[in-house]
């Protein structure tokens, strides 16, 4: 099975060179902590969480699974060892406030760790991850009261959080929601309703699961517009801070799943279960969306993580295995077969692993210096800062969770063909990566929700195109500089100018057709997604080349050249042999709805 190993040197390029994370952190008022040697030493702590605790428990936990009975949850052996490790260790309270016993670090150090626990052991890392969405939402839109009674345990690990919205007869459409929501004299509400797909629903973690949970008031207008937002405990909380009865919520099941298997579905019932109102009654789901975009982020990381966990897995096998001999001549000749990796097709899928991790893994990082900025300006007071912030992140959102999520699942099943029939066995590991990648495109809203986002409420309606033209500025202001260079970083240069150019007629021209053709944005919109993707990528990848070549021309990465040369040569794989898919899915965004609508439903029938 792959062995994991925390890729610090491709993460410390970004974080120190690339991006230069140093100077974003002296800028922000609660970045002072965040020193070179802070960050430094959190990412050696938390890989060597990952690499020790958490990945020898990836596979034995998928193995073992959540069992159920008699109502009650209980997780694979190590995983409540290793959770208490975890709390012990500070880990859940990196990015949030001291005054609620968290460390007071900015968001982005937060994911550094979570990139390399979900690549380590992504159903374990689902169990915090969910917490950090409850802990955030109450933060920003629970009373003083509320904040005091809930994050310090929240934020210390103590207890978790939850976050539930779907129920049996609505996923994504929201505005079929009916747990009801019943006021009582008391101030308190007495929720009733069954929820369904709640991830770390109910487990042995913790002593305590908060519940972030969106129902109806009586009377409330009908659709999304009366949706309020509730705090339901799974265990009571008295005046003092200690725990006292067990609410009643209860599960009443667990899912038995293709994949992330260790991490807990559950079913919830909420029978007469005692709720706090969270925000104003009927905006619930406007608050609630402060923890799915958080969850959104989350998602993005597990396409990097499957994409590097299943790389970390097919590299190796591949200059071990061996088999015929490479089409130019005997490479390793001292053998019966050379290497798989001398052959061009492997090359071709481990190249493609690589690049969607690490072209990804900047994506990320980038985006998380924008969270940054955000917070930052919310701790500041500074209203028009953060909505700026806000909307530069909406952009990314659905960007980084639709396509790094498609491409790390292609990513997983790569290592796999890499393996051959041996990756379709299970104790290889390499099909267990496979499983648990193919949930992210799905929850957290699916490939073609996170499309309509995009598309629809963010480039149309939300800006007119402003996103895509802001966005491509600062590809061309990067590319201006090294038009005329020569070598790979000229021609990656005269690439990104021709892209960005495309990207917004692409943009107009799907706008003025949608004018005219309701249904245009619903058809073009996951190719529109995907061709962004595409190209934000290889401006990232751009990215990464210059300061290479940069590091190599000065001679100050002299210990490392032979690392900042694969940076360029993948740089190149990605523009010549990824890059190019952009082109078909531009063509898909433009073709005419018709194909996609004409036939009646009737004859959508087996043959």
């Known amino acids: 099975m792959p062995t994991y190993k925390a890729p610090l040197r491709d993460m410390r390029f970004l974080i120190n060179e690339v991006l230069d994370y140093s100077s974003h952190y002296a800028s922000l008022s609660n970045g002072k902590d965040a020193t070179p040697d802070m960050v430094e030493a959190i990412l050696e702590g938390a890989a060597t969480l990952c690499e020790e605790v958490l990945a ?41 406030p001291t005054e609620f016993g968290g460390q007071g670090l900015p968001m982005s150090v937060n994911v550094f760790k979570s990139e390399m626990m979900g690549t380590a052991n992504w159903s374990f890392n689902m169990y915090p991850g969910l917490s950090i969405g409850a802990i955030n939402t109450i933060m920003q839109y629970g009373t003083e009261a509320q904040k005091q009674q809930y994050l310090p345990t929240m934020v210390s690990g103590q207890w978790a959080g939850t976050m539930c919205l779907t129920e049996a007869q609505c996923g994504t459409d929201l505005a079929q929601v009916r747990t009801r929501a019943e006021p009582q004299a008391d101030g308190t509400y007495k929720l009733t309703g069954t929820k369904i797909y709640i991830s770390s629903g109910d487990h042995d973690l913790t002593e305590n699961i908060i519940h972030i949970v969106l129902a109806r008031l009586p009377g409330a207008p009908a659709g999304t517009k009366g949706i309020s937002l509730f705090i339901v405990p799974k265990v009571l909380v008295n005046a003092d801070g200690s725990l006292g009865a067990r609410n009643p919520v209860n599960c009443g099941s667990i899912e038995h799943k ?24 009927n905006k619930g789901l406007e608050a609630m969306f402060t923890f799915m975009n958080t969850a959104r982020i989350g998602t993005a990381i597990q396409g990097v993580a499957q994409a590097e966990a299943s790389f970390q897995g097919a590299l190796p096998y591949a200059k071990e295995r061996r088999s015929m001999r490479a089409l130019s001549g005997k490479k390793d000749p001292e053998f019966a077969a050379d290497a798989l990796i001398w052959h061009p097709d492997v090359r071709r899928m481990l190249l493609t692993q690589k690049a969607i991790a690490e072209g990804g893994r900047a994506m990320i990082y980038a985006a998380s210096q924008i969270a940054d900025n955000m917070f930052n300006a919310v701790l500041e007071g500074d209203t028009k800062k953060y909505e700026d912030y806000d909307s530069r992140l909406g952009f990314y959102t659905p960007i980084l969770k639709g396509f790094l999520t498609e491409m790390g699942l292609e990513a997983a099943n790569l290592g796999m063909q890499v393996f051959g029939g041996h990756g379709y066995i ?95 944005v619903g058809s073009a919109s996951v190719d529109y997604l995907m061709y962004s993707g595409f190209v934000m990528v290889a401006y990232f990848w751009a990215l990464q080349a210059a300061k290479a070549q940069e590091l190599i021309d000065s001679g100050k990465g002299a210990e490392s050249v032979e690392f900042y040369r694969a940076k360029i040569q993948t740089a190149e794989f990605y523009f010549e042999r990824l890059l190019p898919r952009a082109d078909g899915h531009r063509k898909g965004a433009l073709a005419p709805t018709r194909s996609v609508m004409q036939m009646d439903k009737e004859h959508f029938a087996f043959s």
Not at 67 to 86: C, H, I, L, M, S
């Open 56 to 96: 020898p428990l990836s596979l034995s936990g998928d193995d073992e699974g959540c069992q159920f009975k008699d109502g009650v949850v209980t997780t694979p052996k190590g995983f409540k060892e290793a959770y208490q490790q975890f709390t012990e260790g500070g880990w859940q309270s990196l990015s949030f």
């Open 258 to 281: 293709m994949g992330i298997r260790a991490s807990a579905t559950a079913v919830l019932n909420f029978d007469e279960a005692v709720g706090y109102l969270i925000a104003e009654p």
């Open 426 to 520: 299970h104790s290889n590991g390499m099909e267990h990566i496979a499983r648990d990648a193919r949930i992210s495109t799905l929850y957290e809203g699916t490939t073609g929700i996170q499309a309509l986002d995009l598309l629809g409420r963010k480039v149309l309606l939300g800006t007119r195109g402003k996103c895509v033209r802001d966005f491509t500025g600062i590809m061309w202001r990067f590319a201006r500089g090294n038009l005329f260079a020569g070598g790979p970083l000229g021609k990656m240069s005269r690439t990104l100018v021709a892209r960005a150019v495309q990207w917004n007629m692409l943009t107009t021209r799907i706008m003025l057709r949608a004018a005219k053709d309701r249904e245009l």
